[in-house]
């Protein structure tokens, strides 16, 4: 795998894996997902409308989150996303392989620096 298209993948999975972390607490709207993620993360982590957006609605297809919109002002309708319990279930399995994989790669690393260290 290339290496732009490795750091796409892993970083929409981070992407689905924060969103339904954040939902997991209580229901959000696009941009609050945003503001969200980057406070929380210390800025370390931001969402682009161009990234946030297609996660959302592949998770509302694939039944892991719901919405609802409230009208907020006179003309502007915002769209609140909540975690459904298959949402809640597919959290706890892709935080617990999220934490495996990140492991595995933290002793990889580790071994490597040791290995290049006594060289």
């Given at each position: 795998?290339?290496?732009?298209?490795?750091?796409?993948?892993?970083?929409?999975?981070?992407?689905?894996?924060?969103?339904?972390?954040?939902?997991?607490?209580?229901?959000?709207?696009g941009?609050?997902?945003?503001?969200?993620?980057?406070?929380?993360?210390?800025?370390?982590?931001?969402?682009?409308?161009?990234?946030?957006?297609?996660?959302?609605?592949?998770?509302?297809?694939?039944?892991?989150?719901?919405?609802?919109?409230?009208?907020?002002?006179?003309?502007?309708?915002?769209?609140?996303?909540?975690?459904?319990?298959?949402?809640?279930a597919?959290?706890?399995?892709?935080?617990?392989?999220?934490?495996?994989v990140?492991?595995?790669?933290?002793?990889?690393?580790?071994?490597?620096?040791?290995?290049?260290?006594?060289?």
């Open positions: 795998m290339k290496q732009e298209g490795m750091q796409t993948h892993f970083k929409k999975g981070v992407t689905t894996l924060c969103i339904l972390s954040l939902l997991q607490r209580r229901e959000m709207y941009y609050e997902l945003v503001q969200e993620t980057e406070r929380v993360s210390g800025g370390l982590l931001s969402f682009q409308d161009g990234t946030l957006y297609p996660v959302l609605y592949r998770l509302q297809e694939q039944g892991y989150i719901a919405d609802r919109k409230e009208l907020a002002g006179k003309r502007m309708t915002r769209v609140y996303y909540r975690l459904t319990e298959e949402g809640a597919y959290l706890q399995r892709i935080q617990q392989e999220y934490e495996q990140s492991e595995g790669a933290r002793r990889i690393l580790q071994y490597g620096q040791l290995r290049h260290e006594t060289a």
